[in-house]
């Protein structure tokens, strides 16, 4: 069945229209979930609130089984699936850099364009930032383009470059996720019992 718009069922001419309707959905469930504040999201670095760990942990757990299943029923055809190739160098110092953007702000980029899109300040400046970052990297692409390109792996998924099947690394991944809701419950008890 599918991705729908590679196997013609749905026109390509959609394309914009239905990444415009889940983008509209995506952000709506991520402000439901109080990702429009700082305070929420950075409290996943100070211990005293995880629901940011908690939904991206669901979200990816619940896709990884739903993909398992759709192409074990045949529902999805996964050689359609489009894998982002890997860039190990640039993967590791962009993650850094966004790493340390998103403890001092509380932000990443997606959240902070929901945070100025419902007049929070902070989500307006570090949003503001963004656009400001963005354009001095495209104007100085030739100085970074090394470092963009760095570490290039090709299209490789984690169970390839482990040579580990779907099932076991799925399961893997759902054990440490159950691990993590079970060792930050403790850690926010614990935070909540000292600053009260």
């Known amino acids: 069945m599918g991705p729908l718009i590679p196997l013609d069922i749905i026109p390509e001419q959609w394309n914009n229209v239905i990444a415009v309707i889940i983008g ?3 952000g709506f469930i991520m402000e439901g979930s109080g990702f429009s504040s700082s305070r929420k999201i950075v409290g996943l670095f100070y211990g005293y609130d995880f629901t940011v760990l908690r ?3 669901t979200a990816t757990v619940t896709t990884a089984i739903g993909l398992y299943y759709f192409s074990y029923l045949g529902w999805i055809d996964m050689s359609l699936v489009y894998i982002h190739p890997t860039y190990l160098t640039a993967a590791i110092v962009g993650g850094l850099i ?3 953007g998103f403890v001092a702000g509380g932000y990443c980029p997606g959240t902070s364009l ?3 899109a419902i007049g929070r300040i902070d989500g307006m400046v570090f949003t503001l930032g963004l656009m400001i970052g963005i354009f001095f990297f495209s104007e100085g692409f030739s100085i970074f383009e090394g470092l963009y390109n ?3 792996m090709g299209y490789i998924t984690i169970t390839e470059y482990f040579n580990i099947s779907s099932q076991l690394f799925i399961f893997l ?3 440490v996720a159950v691990a993590a ?3 930050t419950t403790l850690i926010r008890r614990r935070v909540k019992q000292v600053n009260y």
Request: charge should be neutral.
């Open 114 to 116: 929901i945070g100025a």
């Open 98 to 100: 966004m790493g340390v």
């Open 181 to 183: 809701f079970y060792f």
């Open 173 to 175: 991944f759902t054990v």
């Open 55 to 57: 939904v991206f942990f």
């Open 150 to 152: 760095g570490g290039f």
């Open 24 to 26: 509209m959905a995506f």
